[in-house]
């Protein structure tokens, strides 16, 4: 008999121990993301040609708005797409996690939806260190913008877990204008030249963004912005292109022939590109102003973007002065 009492009360003390273990085991907290893109296009606003550019997405396109967590060893714990039709529109996102320190990574992309276009490609999120985003072989335009939000989130033990997320843009808008495209018919290519490219960034072990840029001794071996003009029936088009951030970042107006021979190269600009920066570079084939001659002009701006005029001789990269003209734009 007290062979099965010293049996039943050492049971007792293996169940008291166990469920007291249990009470040491971490307890998932209740978390709620706000999420607002609308800090994305907001920084770049003043570089719209046209207003509702660079705001309006197509009736085919969409915003897409991924969120990921890390725990401090870079495993993602936390994954969420959500798919928007305007940058206005604020994503709500709840989750459990237990109570410590995580990398919050959002990303906003645009996409299009008949033909499954993405202008940067996401890949490689299962671990932080082998995240990657990489811009696509199109070109984008102004669907090319990339939002970035990379911090580090603390979940508390006593809850009050409501997060508010706002991405910035990592890159800066280019928009270029061409006047009276038609002028010369020798021209079969036209655009903005750039002597780097950076297509793709990854992160390091704190999830700061790490940008790899491309260049060939510094030659305008990319473009910013091209096209052909006898492929558009307006006189005055204009583009626009997202850059992401980088230094020594130069371009020049270029023109060649059909047989790829060089017509023109202007001088360059040369520009320290951050976050947020807007830019505005223009050309005109034929200035009416000055006897007909091709003046082109560029540099940053902070104030709405419009027709800017000036002398050739008297262009200034960094101080450029700005005025509306009254001449019929198309993209």
Same mark, same amino acid.
């Given at each position: ?95 459990? $996690?237990? *109570? /410590?320190?995580?990398?919050?990574? @959002?990303? &906003? %992309?645009?996409?299009?939806? +008949?033909? !499954? ?23 984008? $335009?102004? *669907? /090319?913008?990339?939002?970035?939000? @990379?911090? &580090? %989130?603390?979940?508390?033990? +006593?809850? !009050? ?86 230094s020594n970042y130069k371009v020049r107006f270029e023109a060649y022939s059909s047989s790829n021979e060089q017509l023109l ?38 104030g709405k973007a419009s027709m800017p005029s000036f002398d050739a001789e008297a262009v200034n990269a960094e101080e450029c ?11």
């Open positions: 008999m007290k062979k099965y009492l010293f049996l039943l009360l050492g049971l007792a003390g293996a169940i008291s121990f166990t469920a007291c273990g249990g009470d040491d085991e971490p307890t998932e907290q209740a978390v709620n993301f706000s999420i607002n893109p609308n800090t994305v296009i907001t920084p770049l606003l003043p570089a719209e040609v046209v207003s509702g550019d660079l705001e309006t997405l197509s009736s085919t396109e969409v915003l897409e708005v991924h969120h990921y967590l890390y725990d401090e060893n870079g495993n993602k714990v936390f994954e969420q797409q959500n798919d928007v039709k305007n940058y206005t529109t604020i994503v709500k996102e709840s989750t459990y $996690l237990e *109570a /410590g320190s995580y990398t919050s990574v @959002v990303i &906003t %992309v645009v996409c299009s939806k +008949t033909s !499954n276009i993405h202008f940067w490609e996401l890949s490689g999120f299962d671990r932080l260190s082998t995240a990657t985003i990489t811009r696509s072989k199109y070109l984008g $335009l102004q *669907a /090319g913008i990339l939002g970035l939000d @990379v911090r &580090t %989130v603390t979940i508390n033990e +006593t809850g !009050n877990n409501d997060l508010k997320i706002e991405p910035e843009p990592f890159g800066a808008m280019f928009s270029t204008i061409y006047l009276n495209i038609h002028t010369y018919d020798v021209i079969s290519t036209l655009g903005l030249a750039a002597n780097r490219t950076a297509d793709s960034l990854s992160f390091d072990s704190y999830g700061d963004p790490q940008v790899s840029i491309q260049s060939n001794n510094n030659a305008f071996a990319w473009w910013n912005s091209y096209f052909d003009p006898n492929d558009r029936s307006a006189d005055n088009v204009y583009y626009y292109q997202f850059i992401v951030p980088m190269a202007t001088d360059s600009y040369s520009y320290t590109v951050n976050k947020g920066d807007c830019f505005l570079h223009y050309i005109d084939l034929c200035d009416e102003e000055n006897d007909n001659k091709i003046t082109y002009g560029g540099g940053k701006i902070s002065s700005i005025r509306i003209a009254e001449l019929p734009i198309a993209k």
